[in-house]
Structures are given as structure tokens and as C-alpha cells.
């Protein structure tokens, strides 16, 4: 990748609207990942295969991940929590896995049900299957800078989790704040932690925008060496188990950030700027 270009993750398919509270048709999610294709993001989070009773929006995830029209150079990927749900992830169609671990330990175990270190140990069937299939895994880590039940998070915690999913083989960290409370001091001060243990080409920034630092996270980040930041046209979403937490970062303001810097997106804003009124329309009545 060029030292002028960013690559931008679109989340609002799945982390975008895992937290809408009415049910939105398959149809209209497909239409949604379709129209994000078409105003050129190339890699795209589908949906997660994960269990209805807990993300009510996502039981239909093997019809969205089956249904998604295949393009030239996008990827659809899906959020997987075990190796039942990559099987099913796999067998739909998935070009890409994720899986999710946290930075703290009361965050993953409200969150999965297990400590920090069991959750690792789970991913180890799912990196099996990804490799017997040639997909590469991204990792997340929630919590990167504070959680709704310990506070601040120490960067070296960071550091230590994200070396863990990088030995395990993942191929992209992204580095999650969950609640949006960052700053682009501690930002830079959590980035330059993992930097000792990960080099930068693995790393992925995911900011949300509760306190209206995102774009200012997002730069501290790419000051530093990151090339691949997450966002959720609309700014849709936010995350279920993290109390307090509001929306994630709209992919249109990061657009609108890089293209202002003269750096390539890939993306036509124009279109995406479209997209998210429509969706802004549709789900919200805006």
C-alpha cells in the first residue's frame, strides 16, 4: 500500500447495526452492503455469525453473508466468537474471518463468557479452519484505552493481548475503542505500546465517537504508522455490552478527513454521503 493511500474497513453492517433495536429486513441489509460496495469500500463487515439470543439483529447471518453479491476486489467478512460459528461463517461464503478478545478481563468476561486467556485458546480451532481455507483473520481488542467496568486501560495490556493474537496467526489487530472516550495523547501512547510488539502494516485503529475525538484518535494513529482505520457509514452503531458507549465513527467524516489530507480513500464520498442518508432515512426516519 502507498504511504499516500488508507484503507477503510466499513463496520456498519455488523457492528453498525447489531445494536438497531427494530429488526431490519435481509433485503435491506443487503441492499446496504451492496450500495457501500458500489461507492468503492473493498472490504466490507457483513455480518457475525454469533448467537441470535444475544445479537437478535445478526440471526440471519447466513442469508446476508449467501446473498451478498460478489464484486471485483471487495471482501465480505463476518465477526465469528468460536469455531462453530467460522464453519458456518466459512460454508456461507465468508472471504474473511474476525474474531474478538478485549483488553480487560471484566469486559471479556461480560462479554464471552471467559477470561482474556480462554478466549485466545478458542480462536485456535478458527485460525485451523481460516488456513485450511486460505482466509485470513483480523483480531480485535476491545477496551483498548478505557472499559464501562475497570477504567483506563493500561497500554502494555494492549500490547501484551495484541502480541498474543499476532502469534496465533491473525493477520490484522484492530486496536478498539469501545467506549469513545479516548484521546489522541493516550491514543498515541497505546499505538506506540503495541508498535513494540506488532509492527504497523498489522495494525487497524476502530475509534468510536462518544466523546467527538474519533478523527483526532484516527489521526494520532496514522501519525504513527497506521494505514487502516475502521468506520460505519452513518456513524451507526455502537457497541451492546459496553454501557454508555454511542455511535461509531462515520465512515463519511474519515473519507472526508484522508481526502482533505490528499490521501487516497478508494472511495467515492459523493455516493457514500448518499448511502448514509438513505440509511439515516430508513432506519432512523431522519
Not at 255 to 269: Q, W
Request: charged content about 20%.
Amino acid at each position: 500500500m502507498a504511504a499516500d493511500s488508507v484503507t477503510i474497513v466499513e463496520v456498519g453492517p455488523r457492528d453498525g447495526l447489531q445494536n438497531e433495536k427494530a429488526e431490519i429486513a435481509t433485503a435491506d441489509k443487503l441492499a446496504l452492503i451492496d450500495q457501500l460496495a458500489e461507492a468503492g469500500l473493498s472490504r466490507i463487515e457483513a455480518t457475525a455469525f454469533v448467537s441470535p439470543r444475544w445479537v437478535p439483529q445478526m440471526a440471519d447471518h447466513e442469508a446476508v453473508m449467501r446473498g451478498a453479491v460478489r464484486r471485483q476486489g471487495v471482501i465480505y467478512s463476518a465477526l465469528v466468537p468460536n469455531e462453530k460459528g467460522a464453519e458456518a461463517a466459512l460454508a456461507a461464503g465468508a472471504q474473511a474471518l474476525a474474531v474478538f478478545t478485549a483488553a480487560s478481563e471484566s469486559f471479556c468476561r461480560k462479554n464471552t463468557n471467559c477470561s482474556i486467556a480462554e478466549s485466545i485458546e478458542r480462536f485456535r480451532p478458527v485460525m485451523a479452519l481460516a488456513q485450511r481455507a486460505g482466509v485470513p483473520v483480523r483480531g480485535y481488542v476491545s477496551c483498548a484505552l478505557d472499559c464501562p467496568y475497570e477504567g483506563e486501560i493500561a497500554p502494555e495490556v494492549v500490547a501484551v493481548v495484541s502480541a498474543e493474537l499476532a502469534a496465533l496467526g491473525c493477520s490484522e489487530i484492530a486496536l478498539s475503542d469501545t467506549l469513545g472516550h479516548g484521546t489522541p495523547e493516550r491514543t498515541a501512547a497505546m499505538v506506540e505500546a503495541t508498535l513494540r510488539r506488532a509492527p504497523a502494516r498489522m495494525l487497524a485503529g476502530h475509534f468510536h465517537d462518544t466523546s467527538g475525538r474519533a478523527i483526532a484518535n484516527v489521526a494520532a494513529a496514522w501519525e504513527l504508522g497506521l494505514r487502516v482505520f475502521d468506520g460505519s457509514v452513518g456513524g451507526l452503531g455502537g457497541c451492546p455490552y459496553a454501557p454508555g458507549a454511542a455511535g461509531n465513527l462515520a465512515t463519511e467524516r474519515i473519507v472526508t478527513h484522508f481526502a482533505a489530507m490528499g490521501v487516497e480513500t478508494g472511495v467515492d464520498l459523493a455516493r457514500l454521503n448518499m448511502v448514509a442518508q438513505r440509511i439515516a432515512a430508513q432506519f432512523h426516519g431522519a
